[in-house]
Protein backbone atom coordinates (compact mmCIF):
# COMPACT_ATOMS: atom_id res chain seq x y z
CA UNK A 1 0.00 0.00 0.00
CA UNK A 2 2.74 2.39 0.43
CA UNK A 3 4.97 1.85 -2.46
CA UNK A 4 2.91 3.83 -4.62
CA UNK A 5 2.44 0.91 -6.82
CA UNK A 6 -0.80 -0.53 -6.24
CA UNK A 7 -3.20 1.86 -8.46
CA UNK A 8 -2.87 -0.50 -11.34
CA UNK A 9 -3.95 -3.59 -9.61
CA UNK A 10 -7.51 -4.66 -9.44
CA UNK A 11 -7.39 -3.84 -5.81
CA UNK A 12 -6.28 -0.32 -6.78
CA UNK A 13 -9.29 -0.01 -9.11
CA UNK A 14 -11.37 -1.63 -6.23
CA UNK A 15 -10.32 1.23 -4.45
CA UNK A 16 -11.38 4.02 -6.55
CA UNK A 17 -14.27 3.00 -7.01
CA UNK A 18 -14.70 2.96 -3.18
CA UNK A 19 -14.07 6.87 -3.90
CA UNK A 20 -17.30 7.46 -5.79
CA UNK A 21 -19.30 6.05 -2.99
CA UNK A 22 -18.32 7.28 -0.35
CA UNK A 23 -16.35 10.35 1.11
CA UNK A 24 -12.64 10.58 1.15
CA UNK A 25 -12.36 10.44 5.21
CA UNK A 26 -14.70 7.17 5.09
CA UNK A 27 -12.50 6.27 2.70
CA UNK A 28 -9.35 7.27 4.30
CA UNK A 29 -10.62 5.35 7.25
CA UNK A 30 -10.99 1.65 5.32
CA UNK A 31 -7.71 2.20 4.03
CA UNK A 32 -5.96 2.73 7.61
CA UNK A 33 -7.94 0.46 9.50
CA UNK A 34 -6.36 -3.01 7.91
CA UNK A 35 -2.33 -1.13 8.55
CA UNK A 36 -3.76 -0.87 11.88
CA UNK A 37 -4.59 -4.22 12.04
CA UNK A 38 -1.03 -4.92 10.69
CA UNK A 39 0.74 -3.19 13.16
CA UNK A 40 -0.96 -4.94 15.74
CA UNK A 41 -0.85 -8.30 14.61
CA UNK A 42 3.03 -7.99 13.87
CA UNK A 43 3.83 -6.57 17.49
CA UNK A 44 1.49 -9.38 19.23
CA UNK A 45 3.90 -11.65 16.99
CA UNK A 46 6.83 -10.31 18.11
CA UNK A 47 5.72 -10.31 22.22
CA UNK A 48 4.55 -13.73 21.62
CA UNK A 49 7.81 -15.21 20.33
CA UNK A 50 9.75 -13.28 22.98
CA UNK A 51 7.62 -14.82 25.91
CA UNK A 52 8.82 -18.46 24.02
CA UNK A 53 12.24 -16.89 23.75
CA UNK A 54 12.48 -16.26 27.50
CA UNK A 55 13.32 -12.35 26.89
CA UNK A 56 11.79 -10.09 28.70
CA UNK A 57 8.61 -8.18 27.91
CA UNK A 58 8.51 -4.69 27.50
CA UNK A 59 6.09 -3.27 30.12
CA UNK A 60 2.89 -1.99 28.49
CA UNK A 61 3.34 1.41 29.00
CA UNK A 62 6.40 1.58 26.59
CA UNK A 63 7.03 1.59 22.91
Same mark, same amino acid.
Given at each position: ?16 ? !??? @??? *???? #????? +? %?????? !??? @??? *???? #????? +? %? ?7
Amino acid at each position: MLSGQMAATRFGAYLRS !LQT @RFP *GTVV #ADMLC +L %PRVQLE !LSI @RAK *GMLM #AREAG +L %PLPSPGTR
